[in-house]
């Protein structure tokens, strides 16, 4: 069984920084791409980030410049660096990825999420 665990989210007020890490544990062969996704209440689930596993990272428009995602694939954990943060990244984060075991190949896990709030 894979699990995929959040932590580092809490309450901030707006300029603030935080860093979300997640760390994935179980029967793990590899991990390939990672990412954080968010959800704000009312609102689907968005991309934050994506990191392959030879740390190619795409960011979503609205947070590049502020946010870094960054890996290390020897503690098959990923961090999220946000800064400079803003009322509207609000939302409960989510991290993702694609991992392989001596089953599955390639499929995607979710963790629980943690909540991000920012006020003003």
């Known amino acids: 069984q894979v699990q995929l665990v959040e932590s580092g989210g809490g309450s901030v007020q707006a300029g603030g920084s935080l860093r979300l890490s997640c760390a994935a544990s179980g029967s793990i062969f590899m991990i390939n791409t990672m990412g954080w996704y968010r959800q704000a209440p009312g609102k689907q689930r968005e991309l934050v980030a994506t990191?392959?596993?030879?740390?190619?990272?795409n960011y979503a428009g609205s947070v590049e410049g502020r946010f870094t995602i960054s890996r290390d694939n020897a503690k098959n954990t990923m961090y999220l660096q946000m800064n400079s943060l803003k009322p509207e990244d609000t939302a409960v984060y989510y991290c993702?990825?694609?991992?392989?075991?001596?089953?599955?190949?390639?499929?995607?896990?979710w963790g629980q999420g943690t909540q991000v709030t920012v006020s003003s």
């Open positions: 990191i392959t596993r030879g740390g190619t990272t």
């Open positions: 993702a990825a694609e991992i392989s075991g001596p089953i599955v190949t390639g499929k995607r896990y």
